[in-house]
């Protein structure tokens, strides 16, 4: 099963899906995949078409022993997804549905619709047919939706450890700063003490503790020390009084979006970001070096960004051809796309950050107005 469906995403991805309608993308896609997963495609007793929910319907409902297991909403290829997510959680809620699908066929996004939160807070995970690998495409389907794990409950187990993951990792990284503020506020012996032990292995000698507390609050920006260098800081720009300073005020409500109208007419001139400031002339080169920056810091989990999407193309992916102006991530095999607006460059560091468990006001982006020039 695992092989067949391999090959079948393996001819997908060389083949052509841009210019499938929604039935050619059931056709075509959805119904072989549920083939491959061992599901009959024939039989209404599992693969149900059109299911009835209080007047309204989901495109397929997987069903084991006449119980709904799982809705399958379609929609055609490229189509936006973001517009479709209340209905079909809706649906999957009211019939006790623990497990949902959203998909154009390209984009699927897996979710938990009985679970508390937004939309997006319950979507536990993405795949994207042509820009992840095939192994973990062909993978991750099998564990969400085989027949033989959504009989067993196995697919729920799967899909809820994923989610478990992705919140305990991002409460971490949330703690993370405030956890190591509190040590260095704290003057932790057990940190110093270690930090001590080390340094004398390697030079022979042992610093007293103060010493080391000190330095690490030189190195995490908590303080500063005449005596050691720290990287030049951009020079202050004269701004006027409408001009933007930094990125933390472009977060304006609840939901962590950013405020576009605040990135208009303004260049950056750094961002700041883990305590460490970073020189820039452009919103692109920007963008270049602060995922650079993530790709250094993280280097096991640059696949996870192949989850970030815009409504036709991927944001990151292995296949520079599905990018309108491609960089490639150094030392990986990832390219990201950077044919954007200064506000979509801020939209796009708000998912990188997202997706990495870090909380919006992790970056500081300093910036001025820009000057309009006359003639």
């Not at 119904?31 to 007793?45: A, K, M, S, T």
């Not at 340094?199 to 005449?226: D, N, Q, R």
């Not at 200064?342 to 982006?365: C, H």
Request: charge should be neutral; include cysteine.
């Amino acid at each position: 099963m695992q092989a067949d469906l391999h090959n079948f995403i393996s001819s997908k991805k060389t083949g052509s899906l841009t210019k499938q309608g929604e039935e050619a993308t059931k056709q075509g896609l959805i119904l072989p995949i549920l083939h491959h997963l061992g599901w009959n495609p024939f039989d209404v007793q599992e693969v149900f078409p059109e299911y009835s929910v209080q007047n309204k319907r989901v495109d397929y409902s997987l069903r084991i022993n006449n119980f709904d297991k799982v809705f399958i909403e379609v929609k055609k290829v490229g189509e936006d997804l973001e517009k479709h997510q209340e209905q079909l959680l809706s649906y999957a809620f009211r019939q006790g549905v623990k497990l949902a699908i959203l998909t154009n066929g390209i984009i699927w996004w897996f979710y938990l619709p009985l679970h508390e939160g937004s939309w997006e807070q319950r979507r536990f995970y993405t795949i994207d047919l042509q820009s992840q690998a095939t192994d973990d495409i062909a993978d991750k389907l099998a564990a969400f939706l085989s027949k033989a794990d959504v009989s067993s409950g196995r697919a729920i187990v799967n899909a809820e450890n994923i989610y478990n993951s992705r919140q305990k990792g991002e409460i971490i990284q949330q703690n993370l700063p405030k956890t190591w503020r509190k040590l260095l506020s704290e003057s932790d012996e057990s940190l110093a003490e270690l930090m001590a032990e080390t340094v004398e292995k390697i030079c022979g000698y042992k610093p007293e503790a103060h010493v080391i507390i000190e330095f690490l609050k030189v190195i995490s920006g908590e303080t500063s020390l005449h005596s050691i260098p720290k990287p030049p800081r951009p020079k202050p720009v004269e701004r006027s009084a409408n001009s933007q300073n930094h990125v933390d005020e472009f977060l304006t409500n609840e939901t962590n979006r950013f405020d576009n109208t605040l990135v208009t007419n303004s260049k950056p001139l750094s961002f700041e970001f883990n305590g460490q400031t970073y020189g820039v002339s452009s919103w692109i080169s920007l963008l270049k070096l602060f995922v650079q920056v993530i790709a250094e810091t993280h280097p096991n989990r640059l696949n996870e960004l192949t989850a970030l999407t815009g409504k036709q193309r991927p944001y990151f992916t292995t296949n520079s051809e599905l990018l309108r102006k491609p960089n490639n991530i150094p030392n990986s095999s990832i390219f990201f796309e950077t044919h954007f607006s200064a506000q979509g460059i801020v939209k796009l560091i708000s998912q990188v950050l997202k997706t990495m468990g870090y909380p919006q006001e992790a970056i500081k982006i300093n910036t001025a107005a820009e000057s309009t020039k006359t003639t």
